[in-house]
């Protein structure tokens, strides 16, 4: 994945975000899963980049419903990502959350078809979220 700027950080606070969905909120488009990898069908992997320690790792991975993109921090809990579309760019995934009534920064992230090709990431801030 590519994320440049302010993005690197946001993408490094998002494993922390994720801590807190799970200890005081709810998450939209996916759900906690656990950080392993057995039993997952992995169709590609992707590694962040950026600066922060703990990096996440995404994969590509096929599921009963579909293709999900799954997060695994290091050290962490995972997130399976479910909310999906295709458009002509490749396929999109986005996820999205509360903490304590207050909302959190959104994340796209978007794959492209040729699977050889880097993903990205978009950050939303919360501000910029509609209901």
């Known amino acids: 994945m590519r994320a440049s700027g302010n993005q690197r950080e946001?993408?490094?606070a998002f494993a922390c975000a994720l801590a807190l969905l799970l200890a005081?909120?709810?998450i939209h488009g996916g759900r906690f899963?656990?950080?392993?990898?057995a039993g997952k069908r992995i169709l590609v992997a992707y590694r962040s980049e950026g600066r922060a320690d703990s990096r996440p790792e995404y994969y590509?991975?096929?599921t009963e419903k579909g293709i999900a993109l799954f997060e695994?921090?290091?050290g962490g809990?995972?997130?399976l990502i479910k909310n999906h579309?295709?458009?002509?760019?490749?396929?999109h995934f986005a996820i999205w959350g509360e903490v304590l009534g207050s909302r959190v920064p959104a994340f796209e992230f978007v794959l492209p078809?040729?699977?050889?090709k880097k993903g990205k990431a978009f950050i939303y801030p919360e501000e910029a979220i509609q209901s």
């Open 33 to 37: 899963a656990s950080n392993s990898l």
């Open 77 to 79: 809990i995972g997130s």
């Open 60 to 62: 590509l991975v096929e």
């Open 10 to 12: 946001w993408l490094a």
């Open 113 to 116: 078809v040729d699977r050889t």
């Open 72 to 74: 695994r921090v290091p």
């Open 24 to 26: 005081a909120g709810c």
């Open 85 to 91: 579309w295709r458009e002509a760019d490749g396929d």
